[in-house]
């Protein structure tokens, strides 16, 4: 056990979270989409505590957080698909999967070995100053125990990383609550490895066409293996009422224990979603989840309620 200081989220919480992150620790802060649990991409040693952390499967790859796009280019090849994405959608909820660079200063578990790297450069203050204050990149799954609920809040974190962990940066609950949508550009065309907080609408327009979702050996996406999110109670999809003895988690006009948007907004619902799952997780009765419309934000909700619902 470590003791896992909790700090807040000003220039002296900054430079020390930054200070633990170049001695090696893993550090969880704040992005706009889910808490990080991030480490100095560049030290393998930092790295292998982010797996030992989580408890995660080492041929998982993860993701590298940039400050800029100079840092971006330092790690792979921003070719000009990506460099037009990265135009439109950085900082932001898009993850790009670009080659790798040869030279590219990054322990090789940050890439689980692969040819390619995953690069984000997150819109969010407090994740840009920690980064820019490493001078490096960040890699960083979501801070939660590896197939549990992802954490919207520091305390979230807490609950189920304390102790394991070096520090949590404490910058508030993310705005948009769900992860990173992440897309594979290293081969012709781009393919949807992960729907996420930029849609697949929003993607189209700039690439002139609707990616294709990825189909192939899931490994390279552990996100798209099954159980995945999951609660410590079972969830039923696409419940229009609750059971006796069950929590029912609702969408729109409804009666319900929890409401994920009262008015029907998807955005809202995204936000709102993890934190609501670990509520109703504590009370110990399944979930019920009312039907979600799948599209815009919905596919991401919709692919993060069928990992938390599917057999353990
Ligand atoms: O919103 C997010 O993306 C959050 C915040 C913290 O930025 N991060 C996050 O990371 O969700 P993580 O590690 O939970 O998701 C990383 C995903 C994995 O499913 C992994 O398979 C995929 O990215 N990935 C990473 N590198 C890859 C690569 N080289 N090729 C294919 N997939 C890759
Ligand atoms: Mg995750």
Same mark, same amino acid.
């Given at each position: 056990?470590?003791?896992?200081?909790?700090?807040?989220?000003?220039?002296?919480?900054?430079?020390?979270?930054?200070?633990?992150?170049?001695?090696?620790?893993?550090? @969880?802060?704040?992005?706009?989409?889910?808490?990080?649990?991030?480490?100095?991409?560049?030290?393998?040693?930092?790295?292998?505590?982010?797996?030992?952390?989580?408890?995660?499967?080492?041929?998982?790859?993860?993701?590298?957080?940039?400050?800029?796009?100079?840092?971006?280019?330092?790690?792979?090849? =921003?070719?000009?698909?990506?460099?037009?994405?990265?135009?439109?959608?950085?900082?932001?909820?898009?993850?790009?999967? #670009?080659?790798?660079?040869?030279?590219?200063?990054?322990?090789?578990?940050?890439?689980?070995?692969?040819?390619?790297?995953?690069?984000?450069?997150?819109?969010?203050?407090?994740?840009?100053?920690?980064?820019?204050?490493?001078?490096?990149?960040?890699?960083?799954? @979501?801070?939660?125990? @590896?197939?549990?609920?992802?954490?919207?809040?520091?305390?979230?974190?807490?609950?189920?990383?304390?102790?394991?962990?070096? %520090?949590?940066?404490?910058?508030?609950?993310?705005?948009?609550?769900?992860? @990173?949508?992440? =897309?594979?550009?290293?081969?012709?065309?781009?393919?949807?490895?992960?729907?996420?907080?930029?849609?697949?609408?929003?993607? %189209?327009?700039?690439?002139?066409?609707?990616?294709?979702?990825?189909? /192939?050996?899931?490994?390279? %996406?552990?996100?798209?293996?099954?159980?995945?999110?999951?609660?410590? #109670?079972?969830?039923?999809?696409?419940?229009?009422?609750?059971?006796?003895?069950?929590?029912?988690? /609702?969408?729109?006009?409804?009666?319900?224990?929890?409401?994920?948007?009262?008015?029907?907004?998807?955005?809202?619902?995204?936000?709102?979603?993890?934190?609501?799952?670990?509520?109703?997780?504590?009370?110990?009765?399944? =979930?019920? #989840?009312?039907?979600?419309?799948?599209?815009?934000?919905?596919?991401?909700?919709?692919?993060?309620?069928?990992?938390?619902?599917?057999?353990?």
């Amino acid at each position: 056990m470590t003791t896992t200081e909790i700090l807040s989220a000003d220039s002296d919480g900054i430079e020390r979270a930054a200070a633990l992150l170049a001695a090696g620790a893993v550090v @969880s802060f704040p992005t706009e989409t889910v808490y990080g649990l991030g480490a100095d991409a560049s030290q393998a040693r930092a790295v292998a505590n982010i797996y030992r952390a989580k408890g995660r499967p080492s041929f998982n790859p993860l993701i590298t957080h940039v400050a800029d796009l100079e840092m971006a280019d330092q790690l792979g090849d =921003i070719t000009p698909t990506a460099r037009h994405l990265a135009d439109a959608f950085w900082p932001g909820a898009l993850t790009m999967v #670009v080659p790798l660079r040869p030279d590219a200063p990054l322990a090789p578990a940050v890439t689980a070995g692969l040819p390619s790297v995953a690069l984000r450069l997150p819109d969010h203050a407090i994740a840009q100053s920690l980064i820019t204050a490493l001078g490096r990149g960040i890699a960083a799954p @979501s801070a939660n125990p @590896s197939g549990k609920i992802s954490p919207t809040t520091a305390r979230h974190v807490q609950a189920g990383l304390a102790g394991r962990i070096g %520090a949590i940066l404490d910058g508030g609950p993310c705005p948009m609550g769900v992860e @990173s949508t992440i =897309i594979d550009l290293t081969g012709p065309r781009a393919q949807l490895l992960r729907p996420g907080g930029v849609t697949p609408d929003d993607l %189209a327009e700039i690439l002139g066409y609707r990616p294709e979702v990825y189909a /192939g050996d899931a490994i390279t %996406a552990p996100g798209q293996l099954g159980s995945h999110y999951a609660p410590t #109670v079972s969830v039923r999809l696409n419940a229009r009422d609750a059971q006796p003895g069950e929590s029912l988690l /609702g969408f729109g006009a409804m009666d319900a224990d929890e409401n994920l948007s009262p008015s029907g907004d998807l955005a809202e619902a995204a936000a709102r979603l993890f934190a609501m799952l670990h509520h109703l997780e504590k009370l110990g009765r399944p =979930i019920a #989840v009312a039907p979600i419309p799948d599209r815009g934000m919905g596919l991401a909700i919709n692919d993060r309620l069928r990992r938390a619902a599917a057999p353990r």
